[in-house]
């Protein structure tokens, strides 16, 4: 069964397909609340009212996108109110690096040799921002198109951030690495 199919038994009160629809999305919506919101116990809070709402509201769903990212833009929402204060304002584009070249670098040596440690302390240092559109792009395999429909944002805007995400962490990683061989 599609996504599409079990949102319409849901909105008739198909608790089975409700429950297929949860399992089928759960954990990449709480990976995603949870690098929101940087804590395991918000991140499930946002997911458990993510699912209250998907239950009340399936029989608003429109159509106007795919079951995924309407999800995605829920479970957002409900992150969102979950946080204490606002996203930090953007930075400047005079903080990006600058292009890389297509030949790999140090930062592309050290991120290939590093573990899983040191990638999870690299991804803590990224601003908010930047953050949910790497966790969308990479964790949760979204197209830009996809990551701008959920973040409500042009595609250009997605780009830019996951550009920018990229090169923080590339430049965070080798002192992370570093700091890890110590």
């Not at 849901?10 to 609340?33: P, Q």
């Not at 995605?72 to 304002?89: D, E, N, S, T, V």
């Not at 908010?128 to 949760?140: Q, S």
Request: hydrophobic content about 50%.
């Amino acid at each position: 069964m599609t996504d599409l199919d079990l949102l319409r038994l849901v909105s008739r009160g198909d608790e089975h397909a409700f429950e297929a629809l949860y399992a089928r999305h759960a954990a990449a919506l709480l990976a995603y609340a949870e690098g929101l919101l940087s804590e395991r116990g918000p991140a499930e809070e946002a997911l458990q009212e993510t699912f209250i709402a998907v239950w009340r509201g399936a029989a608003s769903f429109e159509e106007r996108s795919l079951v995924r990212t309407w999800l995605f833009g829920i479970c957002r929402r409900q992150a969102l109110k979950r946080m204490r204060g606002h996203l930090p304002a953007p930075r400047p584009l005079d903080d990006a690096l600058d292009l890389p070249s297509s030949e790999p670098g140090p930062q592309a040596v050290a991120l290939a040799r590093a573990d899983a440690a040191a990638v999870a302390a690299a991804l803590g240092t990224l601003a908010p921002l930047h953050r949910e559109v790497f966790d969308l792009a990479f964790a949760a395999e979204m197209s830009h198109a996809e990551i701008a429909e959920v973040l409500g944002i042009p595609v250009g805007t997605v780009k830019s951030r996951l550009f920018n995400a990229r090169a923080a962490l590339a430049r965070a990683l080798p002192v992370v690495v570093e700091e890890a061989g110590r």
